[in-house]
């Protein structure tokens, strides 16, 4: 389940299940968002991204789903593995070249 | 090569120390950023490099001071830095300045004392 405190919130999910990270973004006016993996010492690692004249994309197991409504964007996980296992964000792309990074999550796969 | 390279690993550093991060990528990207990482927060931009050009410098404070000296290099010169300085310095690159996927280095741990 979910856990939000003074730690980033923990999604736990078991191997093969589906995954599904959320992300509520501040500004009305980004056009363009992208969904970083982040592991433990390492830089963050583009996953997809998605304009803002789509609604859903689609790659390798990941799906991204963007409500402009609510200014919400989810990231779907497919069959979860260990190996992903890490911190998730999203990124915003609102004014000129400015790019917001939401709070993160962090995905516990449980083998 | 997909890659950015950031030295060094880590740094100790003092307060009255002067020190720099260097960041470097053969991508033939023309947009290059430092971002702040505290622990268990994201990422927070500081500068944006357009075509060797300051573009973006999100209020940062002077102690830091950004260099470009050509496409495929980035400095991050620290002066005088205080303990709440210390994070993580992530450096990325992307092919123009738009919007599109931003390329990130390891990153540099830095500590001040």
């Known amino acids: 389940g979910e856990s939000v405190g003074l730690h980033l919130p923990t999604l736990s999910v078991q191997e093969g299940d589906n995954s599904i990270i959320n992300c509520a973004y501040s500004n009305s006016a980004s056009d363009y968002f992208i969904w970083y993996k982040q592991e433990s010492g390492k830089g963050p690692q583009f996953i997809i991204d998605?304009?803002?004249?789509?609604d859903k994309r689609q790659g390798q197991r990941v799906t991204v789903l963007l409500n402009k409504t609510v200014k919400h964007l989810s990231l779907q996980i497919a069959a979860t593995q260990p190996g992903d296992s890490a911190v998730y964000f999203c990124?915003?792309?609102?004014?000129?070249?400015?790019?917001?990074f939401g709070t993160g999550t962090k995905l516990q796969v449980i083998p | 090569d997909t890659e950015v390279t950031q030295t060094p690993k880590h740094l100790v550093m003092g307060m009255t120390n002067k020190k720099s991060l260097k960041c470097e990528q053969h991508?033939?990207?023309?947009?290059m950023y430092w971002y702040k990482q505290k622990a268990k927060k994201p990422p927070e931009l500081m500068f944006v490099?357009?075509?060797?050009?300051?573009?973006i410098n999100e209020s940062v404070p002077s102690r830091f001071s950004p260099e470009c000296p050509n496409s495929s290099l980035l400095n991050l010169h620290l002066h005088a830095l205080q303990p709440e300085d210390s994070a993580l310095y992530l450096c990325?690159?992307?092919?123009?300045?738009?919007?599109?996927?931003?390329?990130f280095g390891p990153g540099t741990r830095l500590t001040v004392t």
């Open positions: 490099y357009s075509y060797e050009k300051l573009s």
């Open positions: 991508m033939g990207h023309r947009a």
């Open positions: 998605i304009r803002s004249n789509m």
């Open positions: 990325a690159s992307s092919q123009t300045r738009g919007r599109e996927e931003q390329y």
């Open positions: 990124a915003e792309f609102g004014g000129y070249q400015k790019v917001t």
